[in-house]
């Protein structure tokens, strides 16, 4: 069971605390929703949560398999909508070091691990999530 701690700040910022490592986080609203967008928003933590639980558990399988993956990367792009603001789609581009080179097997188990991730299991199916592998 995880713990964090969440304060409101004022100004439309937070800090949440991970009671664990006690690391700190702070949010903002994006400058399209009255903020000052001089942090993540609660919505890019999101996006941002998707991406990191792909790496991660791309990794676990990476390491099962004996594969490298270090020096791979991620672009997240987060479109919202309206009526109700939410997340629309999310895209990930998943971009592996110059030089990879993964057998068609090798590609399909890395792209099966970042599909069950759980952000991604956890997103409502309303929630587009486009994902490209730059092998």
């Known amino acids: 069971m995880t713990k964090i701690k969440t304060t409101y700040l004022g100004g439309l910022r937070t800090e949440a605390i991970h009671e664990q490592s006690g690391t700190k986080l702070i949010t ?16 890019d933590l999101v996006a941002t949560a998707l991406g990191s639980c792909m790496l991660t558990i791309m990794g676990i399988s990476a390491e099962a398999y004996g594969y490298k993956l270090e020096g791979t990367t991620l672009e997240i792009e987060k479109i919202m909508v309206a009526n ?22 090798q590609k399909r188990v890395i ?14 199916p309303e929630v ?3 994902i490209t592998f730059n092998w």
């Open 128 to 130: 587009q999530k486009s």
């Open 84 to 105: 109700p603001r939410r997340i629309g789609e999310i895209k990930v581009e998943v971009n592996f070091p110059e030089g990879s080179n993964f057998t068609d097997k």
């Open 28 to 43: 903002d609203a994006p400058l399209d929703n009255h903020g000052k967008g001089e942090a993540f928003s609660p919505t």
């Open 111 to 124: 792209e099966a691990a970042a599909k069950s991730c759980p952000v991604y299991n956890t997103l409502a």
